[in-house]
C-alpha cells in the first residue's frame, strides 16, 4: 500500500474514532507533539483555540464531546500526497441542550510524521457556525441593526 493509501486510511480512522466518542483512539493517531488549529472565531466559540499536544487536544475533543450528543462526517473528498492529506469534509452534530442538527462544512488539513498526525488545520465557514450554534440570524448583529425589533 502507497504512503499516500495508507495516510487516507488514518484519516478515516481518526474521523471514525471521533465519532464514537473514542478519545483515547483518537489521540493514539496523534504524535505527542501534536498542533491543532481551527480557524474560527474564539470569542464566540473559545473552545476552539489552537491545542498543542494530545493533552489540549483531548480536552477539546472532551469539550465538544460535553455539548454534543453525537458527532459524524462524511468525507466527499480526501486527497493525499506524501505525509499530506487534505479533506473536505461535511461533519453533523447533535446539541446535547435540545437535540438540535448542526451542519459543518470545513476543509481540514492533516500532515504526518512517522505514520501519526502532527498537525491538523480546519478552515470553517465561522459565519454559518456561528448563526448555527447560537441558533440565530447573526447578520443584523454584524452591520449595528438592533434585533430586538425596536
Known amino acids: ?4 493509501k495508507l495516510n487516507r486510511q488514518r484519516v478515516l480512522h481518526l474521523l471514525d474514532a471521533i465519532a464514537r466518542s473514542d478519545l ?7 504524535t505527542d507533539d501534536v498542533d491543532f488549529l481551527t480557524h474560527a472565531p474564539i470569542d464566540v466559540l473559545p473552545h476552539m483555540g489552537p491545542c498543542h499536544g494530545k ?3 483531548g ?11 453525537e458527532i459524524r462526517s462524511e468525507a466527499p473528498q480526501i486527497v493525499a500526497e506524501g505525509d499530506a ?3 473536505y469534509l461535511r461533519v453533523f452534530f447533535r446539541k446535547r441542550s435540545n437535540d438540535r442538527i448542526i451542519q459543518v462544512d470545513m476543509a481540514v488539513f492533516y500532515t504526518f510524521r512517522n505514520g501519526e498526525v502532527a498537525q ?8 454559518d ?7 440565530r440570524e447573526i447578520g443584523p448583529l454584524i452591520v449595528g441593526e438592533r434585533v430586538d425589533g425596536g
Open 55 to 57: 493533552k489540549e487536544l
Open 120 to 127: 491538523i488545520r480546519e478552515i470553517i465557514d465561522s459565519y
Open 24 to 30: 483515547q483512539a483518537a489521540l493514539a493517531c496523534c
Open 1 to 4: 500500500m502507497t504512503v499516500e
Open 85 to 87: 492529506v487534505a479533506a
Open 59 to 69: 480536552e477539546f475533543w472532551r469539550t465538544v464531546q460535553e455539548r454534543y450528543a
Open 129 to 135: 457556525l456561528v448563526q448555527q450554534v447560537l441558533e
